[in-house]
T-cell receptor, first 114, second 112 residues
Framework: AQSVTQLDSHVSVSEGTPVLLRCNYSSSYSPSLFWYVQHPNKGLQLLLKYTSAATLVKGINGFEAEFKKSETSFHLTKPSAHMSDAAEYFCVVSVTGGGNKLTFGTGTQLKVEL | NAGVTQTPKFQVLKTGQSMTLQCAQDMNHEYMSWYRQDPGMGLRLIHYSVGAGITDQGEVPNGYNVSRSTTEDFPLRLLSAAPSQTSVYFC???????????FGDGTRLSIL
């Protein structure tokens, strides 16, 4: 079985300050992990993915995430927030042998203030 | 690049009506899925397919049917709409297990 926990349902930052969105996962097998972003009334867009290569993964729009097996975490970070980053972010896990089943976290709403 | 196309974008139904949400992808992906998104619950898997002619149930399959007669198309059928099925529905496709999903723009469905 696999599961994902996004530790914060809402995060608020000031423009220009760092962003940290936290994700812990549980998986019996080696996972693939993804972060998606969803802007209002839009579909989900892939930010980045981890698939057992480098543990520090760089994505689009300046985001990156680090896979830490010992902590079962895959936190999303960005050095400097921009107003356009305001959106909902989802952490997702998929396991080899799991067929086409992905498990989504419940989402973190990021607010960016001036 | 069309990607994953969902139709319609919006729909209002009365309780007991049936309808089909359409999903088509042009990326030759074997894996396709249907999700529903409700506030505070993330995305929940309704049904999925790993190839033409193969479908399986996800986390919340009751009240929905799917079929996969071609690689490109994966329609979702609501048999007898209920207010609890009011939600935003997303179709997604991907190449394989370790690959990311590509999502459509969603169908916003209201059941009165």
């Amino acid at each position: 079985a696999q599961s994902v926990t996004q530790l914060d349902s809402h995060v608020s930052v000031s423009e220009g300050t760092p962003v940290l969105l936290r994700c812990n996962y549980s998986s019996s097998y080696s996972p693939s992990l993804f972060w998606y972003v969803q802007h209002p009334n839009k579909g989900l867009q892939l930010l980045l993915k981890y698939t057992s290569a480098a543990t520090l993964v760089k994505g689009i729009n300046g985001f990156e995430a680090e896979f830490k097996k010992s902590e079962t975490s895959f936190h999303l970070t960005k050095p400097s927030a921009h107003m356009s980053d305001a959106a909902e972010y989802f952490c997702v896990v998929s396991v080899t042998g799991g067929g086409n089943k992905l498990t989504f976290g419940t989402g973190t709403q990021l607010k960016v203030e001036l | 690049n069309a990607g994953v196309t969902q139709t319609p974008k919006f729909q209002v139904l009365k309780t007991g009506q049936s309808m089909t949400l359409q999903c088509a992808q042009d990326m030759n992906h074997e894996y396709m899925s249907w999700y529903r998104q409700d506030p505070g619950m993330g995305l929940r898997l309704i049904h999925y397919s790993v190839g033409a002619g193969i479908t399986d149930q996800g986390e919340v399959p009751n009240g929905y049917n799917v079929s996969r007669s071609t690689t490109e198309d994966f329609p979702l059928r609501l048999l007898s709409a209920a207010p609890s099925q009011t939600s935003v529905y997303f179709c997604a496709s991907r190449m394989g297990e370790s690959q990311p999903q590509h999502f459509g723009d969603g169908t916003r469905l209201s059941i009165l």
